[in-house]
């Protein structure tokens, strides 16, 4: 613990609901530890361009109800060259930084193993983001918010797709995994639900949708993740049904990027909270390139590598589920 003085923290990629949260019990962690804590603004850009500041137990008042990053968050290409990383490295050690714990997702974590094979500097991540798709993890951070911001969108949709006796495809992003899609599609009630992990194909899509008509459904709901393979694209999949079954007036709605934002949920703001008290012990303790998770409600500690190499399971029982609840 002698060895580690001063954490570094930072939020990078797609922001989730949560990562306030999450930098909230970083820097408390530290300040409890006797650890000084320094924020680095915009990610990796940030820590080429040398964005630094100090922050204490009072930096982070009033935050944990807030959605987005305080920190800031961005892309940087930069990073990606042996220059840029070495920039990087430069900076913090002229900062007297000694650790970095990084929150984000695939892209976030990527940059950290390249960063920490590299320079032998140790990291530990964080994952902050919606789409639930990092291994080693039962929940990332915020999506548990997405999740709630989806079914109270849909809820509201489906009042008009009821007064109007319409069909609606409504799509969510997820774009390599169809968590938010499938558990959000459940909770609101959709008559079907198209992920990218299960191609419903346009034939069923289009006797599924059929039977419902003749079971006496006046309107419907279709939950499309963005990376759903049926169609091209939700907009492809109104086409085919207006072709085929003109009898139904079809409407698009994408929610887009109001799923990241919003306050985070209960939910997220504890999960944070254990995230960032175990990012900092662990580091303390002298442990490098994991990621903290949680697995069956206890928080635990995944190899980076694994981490993003690991594919997230998508809940066959859930699918079951869903097939059973369109009846």
């Known amino acids: 613990m002698d060895k580690i003085k001063r954490i570094g923290v930072m939020t990078s990629g797609g922001d989730s609901p ?193 039977k419902s008509k003749q079971s006496g459904k006046a309107s419907s709901i279709v939950i499309v993740a963005e990376g759903d393979k049926s169609g091209k694209n939700v907009f492809e999949l109104k086409d085919y049904i207006d072709k085929n079954l003109p009898e139904y007036d079809v409407r698009v709605s994408v929610l887009g990027h109001l799923q990241r934002g919003g306050s985070p949920s209960c939910f997220d703001r504890v999960l944070a909270s254990r995230m960032g008290v175990a990012a900092v012990e662990s580091l303390l303790e002298g442990k490098s390139n994991l990621m903290v998770g949680l697995i069956s409600d206890e928080i635990s500690l995944t190899p980076l590598e694994n981490a993003i190499k690991g594919q997230s399971k998508i809940n066959k029982e859930l699918i079951r589920v869903s097939d059973i609840m369109s009846v």
Do not use: W
């Open 18 to 210: 949560g990562m306030n949260a999450a930098i909230r019990a970083v820097v408390r962690t530290c300040a409890y530890y006797e650890t000084e804590c320094i924020g680095i603004y915009h990610g990796y850009q940030g820590m080429i361009a040398g964005d630094f500041i100090e922050l204490n137990a009072r930096s982070v008042k009033g935050i944990i109800n807030k959605g987005g990053t305080f920190l800031k968050s961005a892309r940087s290409k930069e990073f990606m060259t042996k220059e840029g990383r070495q920039k990087a490295f430069d900076n913090l050690k002229a900062a007297n930084i000694d650790a970095l714990i990084t929150i984000g997702g695939d892209g976030t974590f990527t940059g950290a193993i390249i960063f920490n094979r590299e320079f032998n500097f140790p990291v530990i991540g964080i994952p902050g983001t919606i789409d639930n798709d990092i291994a080693g993890t039962s929940h990332t951070l915020g999506y548990d918010t997405a999740l709630n911001t989806v079914v109270d969108a849909v809820d509201k949709i489906r009042d008009t797709a009821s007064s109007h006796d319409r069909l609606f495809f409504i799509e969510v992003m997820g774009r390599d995994a169809g968590h938010i899609a499938l558990n959000a599609g459940i909770g609101a009630g959709a008559e079907e639900i198209l992920i990218p992990e299960e191609n419903l194909g346009l034939e069923r899509l289009l006797e599924s949708l059929e």
